[in-house]
Antibody, heavy 126, light 111 residues
Framework: EVELLESGGGLVQPGGSLRLSCAAS????????MTWVRQAPGKGLEWVSG?????????????FYADSVKGRFSISRDNSKNTIYLQMNSLRAEDTAVYHC??????????????WGQGTLVTVSS | QSVLTQPPSVSGAPGQRVTISCTGS?????????VHWYQQLPRTAPKLLIY???NRPSGVPDRFSGSKSGTSASLAITGLQAEDEADYYC???????????FGGGTKLTVL
């Protein structure tokens, strides 16, 4: 059974940093794209960032970002730990949201998100 | 404003059929990228309903179906049930943005 467990959320001041983690289990982690999606209170889903799975030839992963977080957030994955990370710097009030990690249905960033974690709340406030 | 446009709300009586549209552009749906649909019940994580335009993950009832044409896609729900009351989102990849995007979401009310 696929399980995704996010951690690392909390209260942070504007301009601060936070690192989210998502521990995965129940599938061959390296083969699948992984994505962060956030949802501000009372708002819709917003795609934040994604990282591809390993290619057939062992080619490196590629990373993708929404314009709203480009240059401030960084996504990475550690296939030896079955974990993805989201390093969030220069946080703003508008980054306040529940952050979900999600597993793609294949290794491409354009794939559907077949499994989701329950999310971790990030609150940016002074 | 979302790159993918959905109606804010739709409604229908139990047993009826409803459709939810998702209108994109030549840089996403019209470029040939697949469309995926999600259902989000209150206070829960989203659930994949349709992937790659028309495919249902195991466990999703065949009352849910997806289609795509040109720069738009649609989700159809037949035999509407009270438990279908939820928010629905479409998603696709956008080549201009070099990332994935969600529609603004549609709230389905079962009358």
């Amino acid at each position: 059974e696929v399980e995704l467990l996010e951690s690392g959320g909390g209260l942070v001041q504007p301009g601060g940093s936070l690192r989210l983690s998502c521990a995965a289990s129940g599938f061959t982690f390296s083969n699948y794209a992984m994505t962060w999606v956030r949802q501000a209170p009372g708002k819709g889903l917003e795609w934040v960032s994604g990282i591809t799975g390993s290619g057939d030839s062992g080619s490196g992963e590629r990373t993708f970002y929404a314009d709203s977080v480009k240059g401030r957030f960084s996504i990475s994955r550690d296939n030896s730990k079955n974990t993805i990370y989201l390093q969030m710097n220069s946080l703003r009030a508008e980054d306040t949201a529940v952050y979900h990690c999600a597993k793609g249905t294949n290794r491409y960033i354009s794939s559907g998100l077949g499994h989701w974690g329950q999310g971790t709340l990030v609150t940016v406030s002074s | 404003q979302s790159v993918l446009t959905q109606p804010p709300s739709v409604s229908g009586a139990p047993g009826q059929r409803v459709t939810i549209s998702c209108t994109g552009s030549s840089s996403n749906i019209g470029a040939g990228y697949n469309v995926h649909w999600y259902q989000q019940l209150p206070r829960t994580a989203p659930k994949l309903l349709i992937y790659d335009n028309t495919n249902r993950p195991s466990g999703v009832p065949d009352r849910f179906s997806g289609s795509k044409s040109g720069t738009s896609a649609s989700l159809a729900i037949t035999g509407l049930q009270a438990e279908d009351e939820a928010d629905y989102y479409c998603q696709s990849y956008d080549t201009s943005l070099s990332g994935s995007v969600f529609g603004g979401g549609t709230k389905l009310t079962v009358l």
